[in-house]
């Protein structure tokens, strides 16, 4: 049996976030139909357009902000001398939540693959080259994920910062092999960042 066109064009819609397929859509779908008001959709709605319209990349760290300049970033209590370097800004929040960090960030929007075309001109790093030649920083601790794609992007960062005086180190593995950071939970992300090493 076919679904009238306006499920379907929704179940459409719901399929293209990751890791959910037609049943998972289908059931949001219906929830909408059978538990949502009209008011509470326009509410979604709007959320989504206010999304889209408000967040925008921190023109220093590249972290997710609805101003020019993230929080973190403004943040005068921050030890301006280090900076972390993760894959996205679901990171920052995933760090932030342990309290140990107390220096800023830099977002890559993503990681090195070539086997995806994904080169060094893709990602945020001209912004953090710039960065550490102009700010006063003194240590660079690289937090990507420990899949290949993120050892790639972290031995690339170290081979061109390595002949500068900065000290280059990474998050310790406290977080599990091929697992994202955002999945990690508090307490390993926190001996993660307390037990970087040098590279």
Request: hydrophobic residues 35%.
């Amino acid at each position: 049996m076919n679904f009238p066109k306006s499920i379907e064009n929704l179940i459409t819609e719901f399929m293209k976030y990751p890791g959910v397929g037609r049943k998972t859509a289908e059931r949001f779908v219906f929830h909408t139909i059978n538990k949502l008001d009209k008011e509470e959709v326009k509410t979604m709605v709007q959320a989504f357009i206010d999304l889209k319209d408000n967040i925008k990349h921190c023109q220093v760290c590249h972290n997710l902000t609805d101003d020019d300049v993230c929080h973190i970033c403004k943040d005068e209590h921050r030890d301006s001398s280090i900076i972390l370097v993760v894959e996205n800004a679901k990171d920052v929040f995933s760090i932030e939540e342990t309290s140990q960090y107390k220096g800023l960030y830099h977002v890559l929007n993503g990681v090195l693959s070539p086997a995806d075309g994904i080169g060094p001109d893709d990602l945020f790093l001209k912004d953090l080259w710039d960065r550490v030649s102009k700010d006063k920083v003194k240590e660079i601790i690289i937090a990507t994920s420990s899949t290949q794609e993120g050892e790639t992007t972290a031995l690339y960062i170290k081979r061109v910062l390595e002949n500068t005086d900065l000290i280059i180190s990474r998050i310790g593995y406290g977080v599990p092999v091929g697992l994202n950071l955002e999945y990690a939970d508090q307490l390993t992300l926190s001996k993660a960042i307390e037990n970087r090493k040098k590279i």
